[in-house]
T-cell receptor
Framework: NAGVTQTPKFQVLKTGQSMTLQCAQDMNHEYMSWYRQDPGMGLRLIHYSVGAGITDQGEVPNGYNVSRSTTEDFPLRLLSAAPSQTSVYFC????????????FGEGSRLTVL | DQQVKQNSPSLSVQEGRISILNCDYTNSMFDYFLWYKKYPAEGPTFLISISSIKDKNEDGRFTVFLNKSAKHLSLHIVPSQPGDSAVYFCAVHYSGGSNYKLTFGKGTLLTVNP
């Protein structure tokens, strides 16, 4: 079972460059989301999606774009990378039951120089 | 303003003893409380949860206690094992929000010494 798959696992960017973090899930989950983890900050929600074609902002959306063209995929785009976006990014999905249990990917570590 | 606080950044216990991890929250509208465990270089994994209508939920060595009057959540691990060494995040779900939106604490690093 693949679960939630994120690529790449590691990436180094220069300030101003753009890139896309890929996320795919094979559990037919409606809900997908992106979190970032920074030292001493816990996990903070960037963007989320309740289904194909529907996305919304989370707690820290600035500098990031998302789209959801299929149920399986939820890419996160950095349009012009900044050093403040150096972080570990986690994609998560859920069936949407009220417990709110999320299934996380293994993470993508991004460094912006 | 932090809605979920884990005031202890780290905790160290001996193998076989009890580990108690704490979490405080501010909003009485939170209806579900969860604990996630995270090993280095891995994604967080769900550990245990509790509904706001309960005050205790147990799963093997893990028990979560909820004190609504104090807005306090705790995770007890008994007995603690070296494999329990990880970062533990508490998370809360708001009853008026979408199911996938959880607010996380900053985490507590638990180290269980052999």
């Amino acid at each position: 079972n693949a679960g939630v798959t994120q690529t790449p696992k590691f990436q180094v960017l220069k300030t101003g460059q753009s890139m896309t973090l890929q996320c795919a899930q094979d559990m037919n989950h409606e809900y997908m989301s992106w979190y970032r983890q920074d030292p001493g900050m816990g996990l903070r929600l960037i963007h989320y999606s309740v289904g194909a074609g529907i996305t919304d902002q989370g707690e820290v959306p600035n500098g990031y774009n998302v789209s959801r063209s299929t149920t399986e995929d939820f890419p996160l785009r950095l349009l012009s990378a900044a050093p403040s976006q150096t972080s570990v990014y986690f994609c998560a999905s859920t069936r949407g039951q009220i417990t709110g249990e999320l299934f996380f990917g293994e993470g993508s570590r991004l460094t912006v120089l | 303003d932090q809605q979920v606080k884990q005031n202890s950044p780290s905790l160290s216990v001996q193998e076989g003893r009890i580990s108690i991890l704490n979490c405080d929250y501010t909003n009485s509208m939170f209806d579900y409380f969860l604990w996630y465990k995270k090993y280095p270089a891995e994604g967080p994994t769900f550990l245990i949860s509790i509904s706001s209508i309960k005050d205790k939920n147990e799963d093997g060595r893990f028990t979560v206690f909820l004190n609504k009057s104090a807005k306090h959540l705790s995770l007890h691990i008994v007995p603690s094992q070296p494999g329990d060494s990880a970062v533990y995040f508490c998370a809360v779900h708001y009853s008026g929000g979408s199911n996938y939106k959880l607010t996380f604490g900053k985490g507590t690093l638990l180290t269980v010494n052999p």
